[in-house]
């Protein structure tokens, strides 16, 4: 497998409280994205940092992009029961962006 | 935007049947991507296409399988003979062209084989 791995791979928070999640890539990239996963769901897109970035915000996410430790880490503040869910850094690479994704980690936020 | 739509949601077969996967994309996107997804697992690329032409197919993309965009706009997805370990979501994503373009995603049909 060409997947990264994303850490931890299960979270669980109560709401109100930041989550954290952390993904490692190997390759050299164009962009990293962030996708969220509901259960039995398509992905949707969350963020996208071009590698030239460091740190990207949208809302209640930020993510962050370290290129010389292959590594991105997902902040979400202020967490709800919504967030409840899955969460996937891509990698993009080659002509066509195809996406590399990671194992993934499942957050469930409890009220 | 009426977002990336697949038919059928799910599919049941027995084993040696072959079967077939739609996707319709986004009407302005040129590009169009094949994903499968096995349980508790990220996404695994298997091919794209920018309007008609297949530009990319994984290895995982088996003889068994093939995809089609036959005028750059649907998609569809068969697989030949089907296999238990063919058992996944098959996930259709398109997205418009260039460097920095998030994919948007449809909800996925899930396989199951008997």
């Known amino acids: 497998s060409q997947q990264g791995e994303e850490d931890p791979q299960a979270l669980s928070i109560q709401e109100g409280e930041n989550a954290t999640m952390n993904c490692s890539y190997k390759?050299?990239?164009?962009?990293l994205q962030w996708y969220r996963q509901n259960s039995g769901r398509g992905l949707v897109h969350l963020i996208l940092?071009?590698?030239?970035?460091r740190e990207k915000h949208s809302g209640r996410l930020r993510v962050t992009l370290d290129t010389s430790k292959k590594s991105s880490s997902l902040l979400i503040t202020a967490s709800r029961a919504a967030d409840t869910a899955s969460y996937f850094c891509?990698?993009?690479?080659?002509?066509?962006?195809?996406?590399?994704f990671g194992t993934g980690t499942q957050l469930k936020v409890e009220l | 935007d009426t977002g990336v739509s697949q038919d059928p949601r799910h599919k049941i077969t027995k084993r040696g049947q072959n079967v077939t996967f739609r996707c319709d994309p986004i009407?302005?996107?040129?590009?169009l991507y094949w994903y499968r997804q096995t349980l508790g697992q990220g996404p695994e690329f298997l091919t794209y296409?920018?309007?008609?032409?297949?530009?990319?197919k994984s290895r995982l993309l088996s003889d068994r399988f093939s995809a089609e965009r036959p005028k750059g706009s649907f998609s569809t997805l068969e697989i030949q003979r089907t296999e238990q370990g063919d058992s996944a979501m098959y996930l259709c994503?398109?997205?418009?062209?260039?460097?920095?373009?998030?994919?948007?995603f449809g909800d996925g049909t899930r396989l199951s084989i008997l």
């Open positions: 940092i071009r590698s030239n970035e």
């Open positions: 296409f920018q309007n008609e032409a297949q530009l990319e």
């Open positions: 390759t050299s990239i164009n962009n």
């Open positions: 994503a398109s997205s418009l062209a260039g460097g920095s373009q998030p994919q948007h």
């Open positions: 009407s302005e996107h040129n590009r």
């Open positions: 891509a990698e993009t690479t080659g002509g066509g962006n195809k996406l590399t």
